[in-house]
């Protein structure tokens, strides 16, 4: 599927202190950073940000009908034309090389993310601006919130010259 017969280039494997575990080690912002970058490289954030969407299915062309100077009728079918394929970089891919591209940015999200179905359990039923929107409205908001306890608990605490830390 890919636009010149060329096989894409595999998706980067990343390694497992990098990948986003639900904010328990990792928080959001780096991860998502991260997954747009790789996005970028691979000229897939389009997908992600919605400036890419889905074609629509184009309606099949009607059969028609000839008739000849003799009187006899045939029917006449237009053979579907195969599409074309579209540049890495072209905003509008026709339907099967977005269904290929789209499987391709969400396949980058999940090498981000450490075991995503237990994240987000419907993933496998999400487009990849769906999916990345998902995480972002459940766990953006969070790493805003968790810098302010992270500061409010760095404020209110305080050291002795005399105690140790550990």
Do not use: C
Request: hydrophobic letters at 35%.
């Amino acid at each position: 599927m890919a636009s010149n017969g060329a096989i894409p280039p595999p998706i980067p494997e990343v390694s497992a202190d990098l990948k986003f575990d639900g904010g328990v080690r990792i928080s959001w912002t780096p991860v998502k950073r991260r997954i747009i970058n790789s996005l970028k490289t691979q000229g897939l954030i389009g997908y992600t940000d919605g400036t890419i969407p889905k074609p629509t299915v184009p309606a099949p062309v009607p059969p028609v009908t000839v008739t000849a100077a003799d009187g006899s009728t045939s029917t006449v079918t237009t053979p579907a034309s195969a599409p074309a394929a579209t540049a890495v970089f072209l905003t509008n891919p026709s339907l099967e090389e977005w269904i290929f591209r789209n499987d391709r940015a969400k396949g980058i999200i999940e090498s981000h993310v450490d075991d995503l179905p237990s994240l987000i359990t419907d993933s496998d039923s999400k487009n990849a601006r769906e999916l990345f929107d998902t995480f972002q409205s459940v766990y953006g908001e969070k790493d805003g919130m968790q810098k302010v306890l992270t500061m409010r608990k760095l404020r209110s605490s305080s050291s002795r010259a005399t105690e140790r830390v550990d």
